[in-house]
């Protein structure tokens, strides 16, 4: 069974960190590129960011362009979200989500919200 389990998320103030995982079962990330999104309430699905199978290509919202780092471990078959200074406008549902590579970019993938399997999210909630 093809499973993506996230975790890490919970309640920060503004200005903290907090690092979301996403943990794969059943099938190697390595063969996929990785998104993660959120969801808020009222507001669009938001590609956050995307790196490739590899690793080497990444791609992030300018929402998060300075703040947050994607990063991974395929030996660990796992995928990390970094996520510094956060501020109350980052709270929603972040998940994350494998598209195998067939010609779809990085770019695309976030900007399309393209992917093939999806986790069922991790709440980050920002607030004082």
């Known amino acids: 069974q093809l499973q993506l389990v996230e975790s890490g998320g919970g309640l920060v103030q503004p200005g903290g960190s907090l690092r979301l995982s996403c943990a794969a079962s059943g099938f190697r990330l390595e063969n996929y590129a990785i998104g993660w999104f959120r969801q808020a309430p009222g507001k669009e699905r938001e590609g956050v960011s995307c790196i490739s199978g590899s690793g080497g290509t990444t791609n992030y919202a300018d929402s998060g362009k300075g703040r947050f780092t994607t990063s991974r471990d395929n030996a660990k078959n796992t995928v990390y979200l970094q996520m510094n200074s956060l501020k109350p406008e980052d709270t929603a549902v972040y998940f994350c989500?494998?598209?195998?590579?067939?010609?779809?970019?990085?770019?695309?993938?976030?900007?399309?919200?393209?992917?093939?399997?999806r986790g069922q999210g991790t709440q980050v909630t920002v607030s004082s």
């Open positions: 989500a494998a598209l195998a590579t067939r010609g779809f970019t990085v770019q695309a993938m976030c900007a399309r919200g393209i992917f093939d399997y």
